[in-house]
């Protein structure tokens, strides 16, 4: 596979360079340090990885991300192995964590190992047994095939280039009955990358089924978002 160009979102937003096509003399509004969240990348560090940090948890998020309902469309169950790709500072892992229960396994990937050391501090905290934080390479999600029941990807899947040969080995990873959720950003969101970044959700599908997948667009109620499910057919 090619390498995948899976850029820091938090710090890209943050420094307003990079993916968001603004430079330092234009620095990013209050809206669009909210509007990354998950960082997923390796080609940048994080010099001052709590201050983004806590922008990617700042409870406003709650008003427009409903990580709620977003983890009851993953349709977990006790006891699964759910993936968080590109999990950033671990927004989603308590629910996750709720959602497959202490039989249940949740792992937390990011390629940033900031990232990934601020969400082994989450688990500790906040006493997710369940959770495991662990770091990938860009092209690779490292994940076993047939070893897993979910896969969640939030605010990331537009990073990814390569995305359908991404795709076929996320495909290759799910059990039998799997489930894939991809949520991004609509053209009209507030939130998120620049325009010529977004994804439509029919490409996602698109691309999703080039790989394998038998694809839907989900009935939800994200103000800025849509959710595309992919299944193994």
């Given at each position: 596979?090619k390498?995948?160009?899976?850029?820091?979102?938090?710090?890209?937003?943050?420094?307003?360079?990079?993916?968001?096509?603004?430079?330092?003399?234009?620095?990013?509004?209050?809206?669009?340090?909210?509007?990354?969240?998950?960082?997923?990348?390796?080609?940048?560090?994080?010099?001052?990885?709590?201050?983004?940090?806590?922008?990617l948890?700042?409870?406003?998020?709650?008003?427009?991300?409903?990580?709620?309902?977003?983890?009851?469309?993953?349709?977990?169950?006790?006891g699964?192995?759910?993936?968080?790709?590109?999990?950033?500072?671990?927004?989603?892992?308590?629910?996750?964590?709720?959602?497959?229960?202490?039989?249940?396994?949740?792992?937390?990937?990011?390629?940033?190992?900031?990232?990934?050391?601020?969400?082994?501090?989450?688990?500790?905290?906040?006493?997710?047994?369940?959770?495991k934080?662990?770091?990938?390479?860009?092209?690779?999600?490292?994940?076993?095939?047939?070893?897993?029941?979910?896969?969640?990807?939030?605010?990331t899947?537009?990073?990814?280039?390569?995305?359908?040969?991404?795709?076929?080995?996320?495909?290759?990873?799910?059990?039998?009955?799997?489930?894939?959720?991809?949520?991004?950003?609509?053209?009209?969101?507030?939130?998120?990358?620049?325009?010529?970044?977004?994804?439509?959700?029919?490409?996602?599908?698109?691309?999703?089924?080039?790989?394998?997948?038998?694809?839907?667009?989900?009935?939800?109620?994200?103000?800025?978002?849509?959710?595309?499910?992919?299944?193994?057919?």
């Amino acid at each position: 596979m090619k390498p995948i160009a899976l850029s820091l979102l938090a710090l890209v937003t943050a420094l307003g360079a990079g993916c968001n096509g603004r430079s330092a003399k234009n620095p990013p509004t209050a809206a669009s340090t909210g509007a990354q969240e998950h960082s997923t990348g390796a080609e940048h560090r994080f010099p001052d990885p709590r201050t983004y940090a806590d922008r990617l948890d700042d409870p406003g998020r709650d008003d427009w991300q409903r990580p709620a309902e977003v983890v009851e469309q993953l349709d977990c169950r006790p006891g699964m192995t759910v993936v968080d790709l590109g999990a950033g500072t671990g927004y989603f892992l308590r629910y996750l964590s709720e959602a497959v229960g202490s039989q249940g396994r949740v792992l937390a990937l990011d390629t940033d190992q900031s990232m990934v050391d601020t969400m082994s501090a989450r688990v500790e905290r906040e006493g997710l047994r369940n959770v495991k934080p662990g770091t990938i390479a860009p092209d690779d999600p490292a994940l076993t095939p047939h070893s897993v029941d979910r896969i969640l990807i939030v605010n990331t899947w537009h990073h990814i280039a390569h995305r359908v040969a991404y795709a076929e080995t996320l495909l290759a990873a799910l059990r039998p009955g799997g489930l894939l959720l991809v949520v991004d950003f609509t053209a009209e969101s507030p939130h998120g990358p620049p325009p010529q970044m977004r994804l439509a959700d029919d490409t996602v599908r698109q691309e999703l089924a080039g790989a394998g997948f038998e694809t839907e667009l989900l009935g939800e109620s994200l103000p800025y978002q849509y959710v595309v499910a992919g299944r193994l057919p």
